[in-house]
C-alpha cells in the first residue's frame, strides 16, 4: 500500500469519511421515520411492509457479495460516488412510485446502495486509519451514529410542523448526495484501496479467518438488533413503566453507544483490539444479566447504558481487524464480515421474539447476554493475529 508522507491528506480524508459515516446514518434514520408514512401512503398491510424490509435485505446481501471486488477494481472512492447515487436517489423516490412492485424494486436498490455505501465508506476509513497509524475507526462509527440522531431528531420536528414529506426526502437526499460528492474529493487517491489481485475481482468464499470474525460480528449483531427492537416492549410490558420512560431504554442504550464509540479509540489504542474486544462484551455480558436479574426500571436503564458502552466497539474493532486479514483486500474482508453480521442483525429480533413467545420477553433477553459470553470467549482465537 502506498505510503503517505504528507499529513493534509490523511487529515482532509478524515473529515471527508466522517462526513460520509453521519451522511449513510442520516439517511438510513430518514427511512426508518418514514416507514409508518410509506405505509400509509401506500395503503400497505403488514405483510406488504414486511416484504419490503426484505426487499431491502435481499438487496444488501447481493451487494455485500460484490462490493469488495467492486472496490478492489475501482477504489472506495468511485464505488461511494455510484453508490451514494443509489442511495440518496431512492430515498428521494420513496413517495414517487407508481405501484407496489415499484416500490418492492426501489426498495431492493436501496439495499443495493446502502450496503455498498457502508463498505465502501468503512474500506476508505481503513486506510485512514493506517495513515495516521493510531486507532480512529471507532470515531468514524460514532459519526453515523449522530447521523442517525440527526435523521431521527429532523424526522420528528418535520413532523410536528406538517411539512410534507416528499419535501423532506427530496431535501434531505439532494443535500447528502453534494456533501457527498464534496467530501469524495478530498477521499485518499484510488490507488490506497485498489488492489491487483485477480481473486478480489469476482465473487469467492471468503478465508477462514474472515469467517471467524464475520461469527462475532453475526453475535454482536444479534445482540444489538435485539436491544434496538425490544429494549423499550421490556421496559413497558414487563417492568410496567410508562412509554415516554420506557423509550429512555432505547434512548439510553444509543446515546451511551455513540459516545462509546468517541472514546473507544483511546481504549484500542492502549489496550488492542482483542482486548477491547474481550472487555467490551464482557461489560455488555453482565450489564444485561445483573439489569434483567434486578427487574425494576432504574436497574433496567443503568444495565441498557453499560450496554451500550460495550456494544459500541465491537463492529470497528471487528472491521478493523477484517480489514488487516493477510491475502485478501479490505475490502473484501469487510464486505465478508459484514455479510456474516448483517444475517445476525435479520435473525436476532425473530430469535428473541420466538423465545419470548415461549417463555416470556425477559429470559428472551438472556440472549443478549448469551451472544456477549460468547464473543469475550470466541475473540482470542478469531483476533489473535489480526488485532
Not at 491528506?9 to 466522517?18: D, H, I, Y
Not at 395503503?43 to 455485500?64: C, E, F, N, P, R
Request: proline share 4%.
Amino acid at each position: 500500500m502506498t505510503t503517505l508522507t504528507s499529513t493534509a491528506r490523511p487529515r482532509a480524508a478524515r473529515l471527508a469519511v466522517q462526513a460520509q459515516f453521519f451522511i449513510c446514518g442520516l439517511l438510513f434514520a430518514t427511512w426508518g421515520v418514514h416507514v409508518p408514512t410509506v405505509r400509509a401512503q401506500y395503503g400497505l398491510t403488514d405483510a406488504q411492509l414486511s416484504y419490503l424490509m426484505l426487499a431491502a435485505a435481499v438487496g444488501a446481501i447481493i451487494s455485500l457479495l460484490l462490493v469488495g471486488g467492486w472496490i478492489a477494481r475501482f477504489g472506495a472512492r468511485r464505488v461511494v460516488l455510484v453508490a451514494g447515487v443509489a442511495l440518496c436517489g431512492t430515498i428521494a423516490s420513496l413517495f414517487a412510485m407508481p405501484s407496489y412492485p415499484a416500490l418492492l424494486g426501489l426498495l431492493l436498490v436501496f439495499g443495493l446502495g446502502n450496503s455498498a455505501f457502508d463498505v465502501a465508506m468503512n474500506t476508505e476509513a481503513v486506510e485512514v486509519e493506517r495513515a495516521y497509524g493510531t486507532p480512529i475507526m471507532s470515531s468514524f462509527h460514532g459519526f453515523f451514529s449522530l447521523g442517525g440522531l440527526a435523521g431521527a431528531g429532523v424526522g420528528s420536528l418535520i413532523a410536528a410542523a406538517n411539512v410534507a414529506p416528499v419535501l423532506h426526502v427530496v431535501t434531505t437526499s439532494v443535500l447528502a448526495y453534494v456533501l457527498i460528492g464534496y467530501a469524495s474529493m478530498h477521499m485518499l487517491p484510488d490507488s490506497h484501496t485498489q488492489t491487483d489481485d485477480e481473486s478480489a475481482h469476482g465473487f469467492s468464499l471468503p478465508p477462514r479467518a474472515v469467517v471467524l470474525l464475520g461469527i462475532l460480528c453475526a453475535l454482536g449483531f444479534v445482540g444489538e438488533g435485539a436491544m434496538y427492537d425490544w429494549s423499550t416492549l421490556y421496559m413497558a410490558k414487563d417492568l410496567g413503566t410508562q412509554q415516554t420512560v420506557a423509550a429512555w431504554g432505547y434512548g439510553a442504550f444509543s446515546a451511551f453507544m455513540a459516545a462509546g464509540r468517541f472514546g473507544g479509540d483511546f481504549i484500542r489504542a492502549r489496550l488492542g483490539g482483542e482486548r477491547t474486544l474481550r472487555l467490551s462484551a464482557w461489560l455488555a455480558a453482565i450489564s444485561m444479566l445483573v439489569a434483567l436479574s434486578l427487574h425494576h426500571p432504574v436497574a433496567a436503564l443503568i444495565g441498557f447504558s453499560l450496554a451500550g458502552l460495550g456494544f459500541a466497539n465491537m463492529v470497528p474493532v471487528l472491521f478493523s481487524a477484517a480489514a488487516n486479514v493477510p491475502g485478501i483486500s479490505a475490502g473484501r474482508g469487510i464486505a465478508g464480515v459484514a455479510s456474516c453480521g448483517y444475517f445476525g442483525f435479520l435473525a436476532g429480533p425473530p430469535l428473541i421474539g420466538g423465545i419470548a413467545e415461549v417463555a416470556g420477553l425477559p429470559y428472551a433477553l438472556v440472549v443478549v447476554g448469551a451472544v456477549c459470553i460468547l464473543i469475550a470467549l470466541l475473540c482470542k482465537r478469531a483476533m489473535h493475529s489480526h488485532a
